[in-house]
């Protein structure tokens, strides 16, 4: 399919009533089929391991202004579009938007520090978020949309985080299919790499991420802004860029052939799947969340050495605290979930820790709506509860949901006499 783009007129020559207009008048259908073509041709090029038409590809991607407008058009739409980087700038006007895709360019790119913040994690612990400025996070849109193809053709096939159409149940459901059987394997490896998105190594990104090396290093070495003080950034990809998961991902993607490697080759180094799968070994990751079934203890071992190998060029290491060998007896959580065997049965839950941070939330609400009506107080916590069940309704959650709803009954009740006080 050969595309005929739109003359692209120079930024310049336009008013911003003109520039206006022009927004307003994409047809944004047309713009994603385009997009949509190209990175279909570059998911064909990558599957087949035909890098040379992936590069020409990719380039065309990037340069076309269709890909800019999407770009453009997905920084200005998300969560933190009204949140602006170093130099204050916030797109908010169609001529903004229009401005920015027409300046869009590779050409004498050079991205700006970021803003570093810090927000609380589950555990306590501050982790940080480094914002960049509009412009940047355009440009990494523009490039992830070439990696987001690439990534989805060519990476781990048991990898389920940041793919197009792959999310959190759909793990749940490998991992249940892996575990679920008698003669299911017995053992658990949870790995937990330490500080992944921040100690990724720069050099093997540069070697081994395929988007313009240039522009990419430029995304990786832009150093960030805190308390006033310019602070270089040497290693990792900063938390906060839309470029960073697929880069964090792309970075873990061949963990599964290394496994297969180990334990399902044959005497002659091929990799056969088919092949009898002796040590039970199964892997299964979400972002950088990962976990390994296998037959025995030992086995488990000699899986972390596995795991381990892979990660040293790539300047991470597993976490020996935070790195377990379970048995399914005694369960083990990932994603929000405790899978556990009792008496030979499969039965996933909701985890402890993902029941007190729905019990947090809603308490968290509640502290703030005392003064609030219960019109406003029910609009706020049915979006909390009802996503919080719709993603555990696949798991054993029954005696859960019960226990909790008593729970919440008995806060609400509490809301209702603290707000009512003078009513008895």
């Known amino acids: ?69 999407l770009s453009v058009r997905k920084v200005t739409t998300n969560k933190g579009s009204r949140t602006p980087g170093i130099d204050g700038v916030i797109w908010s006007s169609s001529a903004d938007k229009m401005r920015a895709a027409l300046q869009l360019t590779n050409k004498g790119y050079r991205a700006k520090p970021l803003t ?112 006033y003080h310019l602070f270089p950034t040497e290693k990792g990809t900063p938390q906060g860029g839309p470029i960073s998961p697929i880069i964090g991902n792309m970075s873990l993607n061949g963990l599964e052939n290394a496994l297969a490697m180990r334990f399902y080759s044959r005497s002659d180094g091929t990799i056969d799947k088919s092949h009898q799968n002796r040590h039970k070994v199964n892997y299964v990751r979400f972002a950088d969340d ?39 007896s005694e369960g083990f959580n990932f994603l929000g979930w405790n899978f556990r065997k ?31 009506d219960q019109d406003r107080l029910i609009q706020t916590l049915n979006p909390i509860i009802r996503g919080w069940a719709e993603y555990h309704n696949h798991a054993v959650s029954s005696a859960i949901f019960n226990k909790l709803d008593e729970i919440v009954y008995n806060m609400l009740i509490s809301w209702a006499k603290r707000r009512h006080s003078n009513k008895g």
């Open 290 to 328: 990962l976990v390994v079934t296998t037959d025995s203890p030992e086995t488990a071992l000699e899986i972390v050495d596995v795991i381990q190998a892979f990660l040293d060029p790539r300047g991470l290491k597993l976490s020996e605290e935070k790195t377990l060998v379970t048995n399914i």
């Open 1 to 69: 399919m050969n595309v005929r783009e739109p003359e692209i007129t120079s930024v310049t020559d336009l008013t911003d009533k003109e520039l206006t207009q022009q927004w307003k008048i994409i047809d944004w259908k047309r713009v994603k089929e385009v997009v949509n073509n190209l990175q279909s041709r570059i998911a064909s090029a990558a599957k087949n391991g035909n890098w040379k038409t992936v590069n020409k590809l990719s380039r065309l991607l990037t340069r076309s202004f269709y890909a800019k407008l």
């Open 116 to 227: 570093r913040k810090y927000i609380r994690k589950k555990s306590g612990k501050l982790r940080p978020l480094s914002i960049p400025t509009m412009f940047d996070r355009a440009m990494q849109t523009l490039h992830s949309l070439v990696l987001g193809a690439i990534e989805s053709a060519a990476g781990d096939k048991t990898s389920f985080g940041f793919k197009p159409y792959r999310s959190t149940k759909d793990a749940y459901a490998y991992l249940h299919l892996c575990l679920s059987k008698k003669v299911s394997p017995e053992w658990i490896v949870e790995g937990d790499i330490k500080a992944c998105f921040d100690e990724i190594s720069h050099n093997w990104i540069l070697d081994n991420i395929p988007i313009d090396k240039r522009i990419l290093k430029e995304f990786l070495k832009a150093g960030y802004i805190e308390n």
């Open 342 to 372: 009792y008496k030979g049965k499969l039965l996933p839950k909701p985890s402890k820790d993902s029941q007190k941070e729905i019990i947090k939330k809603i308490r968290d609400v509640l502290h703030k709506a005392k003064a609030w």
